[in-house]
């Protein structure tokens, strides 16, 4: 369009010279004159309307070229950019894939080292618990087997005591059956030198009643020595299994006491 603009300009002025001169020729010249030169001027109008149109259509193309060559040029910028624009995206996206893959590398070495850290502590409490725990345990063993040695020596000591007594009753039970036999042959001895004096011998009823009597009373004597013996024996003995039940029902509830306070402690 920027092509026929000039065109149109130049040939405006151009005709009205050509009919200026048409009119200047037929006012001053004959006919025929004016006829011929019409013609050469229609002549010289069309060559130059034709020059004009060349001119005009070589501009057009021209100008045709030119915008297809700014359009080419134009999108060839266009697809550059977008190429570039594409490679760098391209880029970015290594530049952030591969600082993905460092920063992931990265937190993964830091959880690494804290599962690490993590595990060591865990060890390291679980390592301190079991040494407290078998310290505390130690501790409550060493306190129970301190109070069974205390006991198992006052049973030792109880024990020898028991013997003693057990010994000096048995010392006392032999002399007493030793003085008794005594006292009783004694008492026989008089009983039959009375009778015999009487003119009683021993194989008589009433003789033999009176020393059946003694011998009775000191048989009676006996038993009740050895029943009185044996309650003593059985009161040392039922002293001593007491304290020994004593003992029993003290470590068990002293084991009891332990294990509650070791439970509450550590669990």
Do not use: C
């Amino acid at each position: 369009m920027g092509g026929i603009t000039p065109l149109v300009t130049t040939a405006l002025p151009l005709a009205n010279s050509v009919i200026g001169t048409v009119r200047n020729a037929s006012a001053g010249q004959s006919s025929a004159a004016a006829q011929q030169a019409a013609q050469q001027a229609a002549a010289e109008l069309e060559y130059k309307r034709q020059q004009d149109a060349a001119q005009a259509a070589a501009a057009q193309a021209a100008l045709e070229q030119k915008y297809r060559e700014e359009a080419a040029a134009a999108e060839r910028s266009a697809q550059a950019a977008a190429a570039a624009r594409q490679q760098q995206a391209q880029l970015e996206a290594e530049a952030h894939a591969r600082q993905w893959s460092h920063d992931a590398e990265l937190r993964q070495r830091e959880e690494e080292l804290q599962r690490q850290k993590d595990e060591a502590a865990a060890a390291a409490a679980a390592a301190a618990r079991a040494k407290e725990m078998d310290d505390y345990r130690s501790s409550q063993e060493q306190t129970l087997a301190q109070l069974r040695a205390s006991q198992e020596e006052a049973v030792r000591a109880k024990e020898t005591d028991a013997q003693t007594q057990l010994a000096q009753l048995t010392a006392a039970a032999d002399a007493a059956e030793q003085r008794r036999l005594a006292a009783l042959r004694q008492a026989v001895s008089k009983t039959r030198a009375g009778l015999g004096a009487r003119g009683v011998t021993a194989q008589d009823g009433s003789g033999e009643a009176i020393l059946l009597g003694l011998t009775n009373s000191s048989e009676t004597e006996r038993k009740d020595a050895k029943a009185t013996d044996q309650l003593k024996r059985a009161a040392i003995q039922q002293s001593l299994d007491e304290a020994k039940r004593r003992n029993l029902l003290e470590l068990s509830q002293l084991a009891d006491r332990q294990r509650l306070e070791y439970m509450s402690k550590f669990f």
